[in-house]
Structures are given as structure tokens and as C-alpha cells.
């Protein structure tokens, strides 16, 4: 098979599709991945070959823009609001329809690059990340199936639909509009990653499979193979927060610092590089990390203190670490909920520590020395790594590829020609 795999520019986005281009690559199939240009030295780096199409919209002018600037700074959500919206204000509804907004924007920008590549390489095949929607509309240009792979959201995102009615955006139909197409709501099948247990039911055509950890190349340094001689409690802040920078999120890390700092514990700081800038002075005794693989070092960790982004909550649930998570927006809010029900997990709100400044630092040291000495903790973290292992394998998803391939193509709408661009 030729299969198309394409994503918007942020690597958390591209690093869990990694190992599927491997798998179709070690099988015999073509594989290409379409992609701005920011992202492809890290296509080139992860072994698979990058087509660069224009991509250029403002990512994090889009992720700030006034309309979604609170989004990242949120008092708690219900856990139940992703089956119940209509328990959401008004405004928390308006506001998920901006997040919507800003997908089809990002998509608009590429879209037109990846569909000229699709018409003139034929692929059989689109496989896309769950919010690139420039993947959704090649397919239904070309006639042929398309996929999407979720990062870890525990929930399916459908922000391209309206909450209460599920009709899609007026901003989302145009994208196939001006291709002459029909709109095309969703993929004709999900890869879900997550455990069974960790993920909301969906009606939606859902194939699991297990998450196999890519956190970007890096080698594993000396000092990992030493065992440590206190519990390792590592600390990362995700490569989102890097990018976006908004009001709330530098106090909170600074209260997380002050909260590791005295621990009986070796604290270790994952940061990308501009995060290791922006760190003031260190717990005695810390360690700072930079661009060192999460996969490499959370197995030797007996916490992680993160936000709840799809790829650190993956690569700890793999490790079997338990996870301090510090949530700022709704979907990292229910993963946290989620994963402290199951018991692998603590959970606070970035946004009610943000607002509780005193406190703040008492709760996460409260937390932190909770899973520290909570056996009930490791036990659970244990039970959800054992989970995700007896997944099947990347690669077992081929022979469903193939068959849908095979059996399941839709054609291209009548009237319609895949090789003919539509008029500008």
C-alpha cells in the first residue's frame, strides 16, 4: 500500500504516529508524512521521509487568540461534561466551539498542500491525527479510506461539531466545499491507544491497539543505569506549555518547584530548552534534563508531575509510574479524573491552584508525599502498564488497514474527479 500519514506542527501531535510508519514501513508499504515545515526535521529524525506542505498559520497566535486564551487557564470542568454538554455554560460551549475554530484554520492552511501531494502520489490509504482535518478532506477528495490515530485523549475530540446537536462547523463543511465534496464528520476508523478502562465509550468505530513510547531521538545518559538511591520524582511541564506561555502557567510551575524542594527524593527536571531558561534556582541536589526521552527515564521514576498531556500520561502509564497530574485545560482535567479513579493517579487543577497561591504549594507537597508512600498507587500504575502491554502490537493493525484498503474504499462522489483541482 501507499499510505499518506499527515499532522499539524506540533511534535506531541506527530510523536504517537511514529511507531505506526515504522510498523507499515518494516511490512513493505510506501509510507510519506505530509507536514509543515517546522516539523520536518523531526519526520527526518524519527526515521520516516517528510513531504513539506505550506503551513502557515500562527499556532500559538491561534492557541492565545482572546476567543481560547482561558481555555489553558480553566476552573474545573464536571467530569461527566463530555457526555453530558449540556451541563457546560453558554460560554464553556462557545468556547469549544473556538477550539473547533482553530483546527479548521490550522487545517485550511495545509490543506491545500496536502491534497495537490495526495492527487499526484494516489495513496491508498490517509492516516491522520485526530484533530488534522486536512487528512479528512484528502481522503474524500481522492474517494479513498481515512484513519485516525488519537495521542492518548481519553475521549474522542469532535470539536468540529456542534456539542448539543453534533452538526458540523460552517467553518469545517467550506474545507471540503471548496473541493467540491461532501463534508466527511469523521474517519472511517479511530486507533485508540489507551487501556481498556481509560478510555470514554464511543459509538464510533474504534480499533485499540498498544501505545509504544516515542518521545523524540536521544541517547540514555550514564547516570540511568544506576540505580538511584532515593525515589526519583521527575518533573516535566510538556512541549505545549513551552510554546503557549499564559497567564497562571509560570506560578504553578514555580509552586511545583517549591513543592519538590526538601523532598527525601532525587528530583530530576525534564525540560526542553527554553523551559530550562526560564527555571530559576534549584531544590538542592536537582537534576535538569534536557530533550532526554520520557521513555528512557520514567521507568526509573517513582512519580512524574506533569499536566496531563496525552504523550508524558502514555509514557507513564507504559513505565508504570504514578502520575501527579496538574491539569489546565478540560481534556487533560478528564484524564486526571480518570486515571485517580483507576488509583495511578492524583489530580489537581492548575487553574484553582493559579487562584489559591498560599495554598498551592501545600497541596501539591500534600499529593506528592501521598503517592510516595501510597503502595495502593504503584499497585494500580502496575495493573494499567499490565493492561496496555496485553494490547496487540502496532503492527497488528496492518491486516485491519489492508482490509479496509481492500473492502472498505469509498468512491469518490458522483460527478467528481479526484485528479481535476477544484477552482480557486
Request: hydrophobic share 45%.
Amino acid at each position: 500500500m501507499r499510505v499518506l500519514l499527515t499532522t499539524w506542527a506540533w511534535p506531541s501531535h506527530l510523536y504517537p504516529m511514529v511507531p505506526l510508519g515504522w510498523a507499515l514501513q518494516a511490512a513493505g508499504h510506501e509510507v510519506r508524512v505530509a507536514v509543515g515545515p517546522s516539523l520536518a526535521d523531526a519526520v527526518t529524525a524519527a526515521g520516516l521521509t517528510p513531504v513539506v506542505v505550506r503551513d502557515d498559520a500562527d499556532l500559538v497566535g491561534l492557541s492565545t487568540a482572546p476567543a481560547l486564551n482561558s481555555w489553558h487557564h480553566q476552573e474545573r470542568w464536571t467530569s461527566d461534561w463530555y457526555g453530558r454538554p449540556e451541563l457546560l455554560s453558554p460560554a464553556r460551549r462557545e468556547m469549544y466551539a473556538a477550539l473547533g475554530r482553530k483546527q479548521t484554520a490550522m487545517a485550511a492552511s495545509m490543506v491545500d498542500g496536502v491534497v495537490d501531494f495526495a492527487r499526484d502520489w494516489r495513496p491508498d490509504l490517509v492516516v491522520h491525527d485526530a484533530v488534522t482535518f486536512a487528512g479528512l478532506v484528502a481522503g474524500a477528495v481522492l474517494g479513498v479510506p481515512t484513519v485516525a490515530t488519537l495521542w492518548g485523549a481519553i475521549a474522542l475530540p469532535l470539536h468540529h461539531r456542534d456539542l448539543l446537536t453534533g452538526e458540523p462547523s460552517p467553518e469545517f463543511a467550506a474545507l471540503f466545499e471548496r473541493f467540491g465534496v461532501p463534508p466527511k464528520l469523521g474517519p472511517d476508523l479511530w486507533l485508540d491507544p489507551c487501556p481498556p478502562g481509560m478510555s470514554l465509550p464511543s459509538p464510533e468505530p474504534r480499533l485499540p491497539y498498544r501505545y509504544v513510547p516515542y518521545n523524540g531521538p536521544g541517547a540514555a545518559p550514564d547516570w540511568l543505569r544506576e540505580p538511584a538511591d532515593r525515589p526519583r520524582v521527575c518533573v516535566t511541564w510538556g512541549i505545549t506549555t513551552g510554546r503557549i506561555r499564559t497567564a497562571g502557567a509560570t506560578d504553578v510551575f514555580d509552586q511545583v518547584v517549591e513543592a519538590v524542594s526538601g523532598l527525601d527524593a532525587e528530583i530530576v527536571f525534564a525540560l526542553s530548552p527554553a523551559q530550562r531558561e526560564g527555571l530559576g534556582a534549584l531544590p538542592a541536589g536537582a537534576r535538569v534534563v534536557e530533550s532526554l526521552p520520557l521513555n528512557l527515564l520514567l521507568p526509573s521514576c517513582a512519580v512524574v508531575v506533569h499536566q496531563g498531556g496525552g504523550g508524558t500520561t502514555m509514557t507513564a502509564v507504559r513505565s508504570g509510574t504514578p502520575q501527579l497530574i496538574v491539569s489546565p485545560r478540560p481534556e487533560q482535567m478528564m484524564t486526571g479524573d480518570r486515571l485517580e479513579r483507576l488509583g495511578a493517579a492524583r489530580h489537581l487543577v492548575r487553574g484553582e491552584l493559579a487562584d489559591d497561591p498560599v495554598g498551592a504549594t501545600a497541596r501539591l507537597r500534600t499529593a506528592l508525599l501521598d503517592l510516595l508512600a501510597d503502595e495502593s498507587g504503584v499497585r494500580a500504575a502496575s495493573r494499567l502498564r499490565a493492561d496496555m502491554l496485553a494490547q496487540p502490537a502496532p503492527a497488528s493493525l496492518l491486516p485491519h488497514l489492508e482490509t479496509l484498503v481492500e473492502s472498505g474504499t469509498p468512491r469518490p462522489p458522483h460527478g467528481t474527479d479526484p485528479h481535476v483541482k477544484a477552482a480557486s
